[in-house]
């Protein structure tokens, strides 16, 4: 009798595994902890083992094998998902796809570029800046390419240059069959066939590995001019942001921060931002044209009760003010010793901001829970940090129950459960009420075709 005839089943596709990958395949507990999907609030969950791939025909053998000895795999980047998609809720093997990290092809005449899936969003726009190109898609976090494409991640630039949706030309995916494809092609637009490269961009890892991403690029522009401007009333500012859309303004970025935010940022990044809330914008286009936008936003915000638009044009300048909103994670950490963050996000119609955002607020006063609010208000989507203590359980029910009827709001004004955070694990019946139990059904319809045996990412999405 051969050895691997006594073992249970994950053992022996553990040992297949080690015997196909040695030193890439890692065992320690620490290393496994590390891909437990602990970025966000909900309990991780630790995979078996750890595969540090390296190329994509790693993953096809990995895929292979995971698939012949019946083990899960959750593919894996930089780590800043926040709604548990990386947590293994039923062990198997966590593919890192970090060291896969070349980028494969800058084509500046067809303005895009092809490049692994751990790339990251920095490491790119490094190697853009010679070229007079950018990639615009800024989630806050450094995260890696091909994880930004699997959660639709979106930010701070979304207003003018749109989400992962709208950037991402094609994918190199690798299917449950172990087959690989190449969902969509390098030009603008097709209408051949079924948009599977739209099917891919937001599975979270559920339908396959993506090994390799397509981008659309964009020109760096002439001129790139910040500015903030403070709001006695948080709605008051939301609707400046709303004129301007409605205006058609193209402002580039439109980020809210109320009050309690801007405390948090001042005494995190050593910034004197007057304690209102208040709004950090950005306008791309000629020296000419950035000039002309912020002076006419700057008449709106007048208008509403806002104070003057402080600029700046100097890079250091605007690189300090975008690093402390980046920084708006760990400056609300910072308010409470050893706190835990749960950052929960939605988005609506932008006629409809205001209200919902105003009333997220109110909630949050009423039942005295430390919490900051952050958005993407361009587009109507926003976020709730809530600072927890993790010895005080009643601190996370409070926040479950503000963040249950932040959901419900939205999707009563005809709005979404999460408009960049995706479902995962916390979102799951957020998106069965959102959707409804027909189309989430369909979803699951899909799910089944592709990945017939459930092995891509479970218990992720559908309940």
């Not at 087959?179 to 339908?207: M, P």
């Not at 950035?290 to 008449?299: D, I, K, P, R, S």
């Amino acid at each position: 009798m051969r050895q691997t005839d006594l073992l249970e089943p994950e053992d022996t596709a553990l040992a297949a595994l080690s015997d196909a990958f040695g030193d890439k395949l890692v065992l320690s507990e620490a290393a496994r902890a590390q891909h437990a999907g602990l970025e966000g609030h909900h309990t991780g969950g630790l995979p078996d083992a750890v595969l540090m791939a390296a190329s994509r025909d790693d993953v096809v053998a990995a895929v292979d094998l995971c698939a012949r000895n019946g083990l899960a795999i959750v593919p894996h980047g930089a780590g800043t998902s926040l709604e548990g998609h990386l947590s293994a809720v039923r062990g198997g093997l966590s593919i890192d796809l970090t060291a896969m990290d070349r980028i494969l092809e800058i084509d500046p005449q067809n303005m895009l570029c092809r490049v692994e899936p751990g790339v990251t969003r920095e490491q790119l726009n490094l190697a853009l800046r010679d070229h007079g190109l950018f990639f615009p898609i800024d989630p806050g976090a450094n995260a890696s390419l091909g994880g930004m494409a699997a959660t639709r991640a979106s930010g701070t630039n979304a207003v003018l240059y749109g989400t992962m949706r709208d950037n991402v030309l094609s994918l190199e995916v690798v299917t449950a069959q172990g087959r690989v494809i190449e969902t969509g092609t390098r030009a603008k637009k097709s209408s051949a066939g079924y948009d599977l490269t739209g099917l891919f961009v937001g599975s979270e890892g559920t339908l396959g590995v993506i090994t390799a991403v397509t981008l659309r690029l964009h020109g760096i522009p002439q001129a790139i001019l910040a500015g903030t401007v403070a709001f006695d009333d948080i709605s008051d500012a939301v609707r400046a942001v709303i004129q301007a859309i409605q205006f058609g303004l193209p402002v580039a970025r439109i980020e809210l921060l109320d009050e309690a935010q801007i405390r948090a940022c001042n005494a995190f990044s050593k910034l004197d931002l007057a304690e209102r809330p208040t709004l950090f914008l950005e306008f791309h286009g000629t020296d000419d044209g950035v000039a002309e936008q912020a002076a006419l936003f700057g008449e709106i915000a007048r208008e509403l009760g806002g104070g003057e638009l402080e600029t700046a044009l100097r890079t250091e300048d605007r690189t300090r003010l975008w690093k402390a909103r980046h920084d708006a994670y760990f400056a609300a950490k910072a308010l409470r010793p050893g706190a835990k963050v749960w950052t929960t996000d939605v988005c609506v119609p932008i006629a409809s901001l205001a209200e919902s955002i105003a009333a997220t607020r109110a909630d949050i006063d009423e039942s005295g829970a430390l919490a900051t609010i952050v958005g993407h208000v361009g587009d109507g989507n926003y976020h709730v940090l809530f600072v927890l203590d993790p010895n005080a359980p009643e601190d996370r029910d409070v926040a479950a129950g503000i963040n249950e009827r932040m959901v419900a709001r939205a999707i009563r004004l005809g709005g979404t459960c999460t408009g960049e955070h995706g479902v995962g694990i916390g979102k799951r019946q957020c998106l069965l009420d959102e959707r409804g139990a027909d189309a989430v059904a369909l979803m699951a319809t899909l799910k089944h075709a592709l990945d017939p045996a459930g092995m891509f990412n479970p218990g992720k999405i559908f309940l």
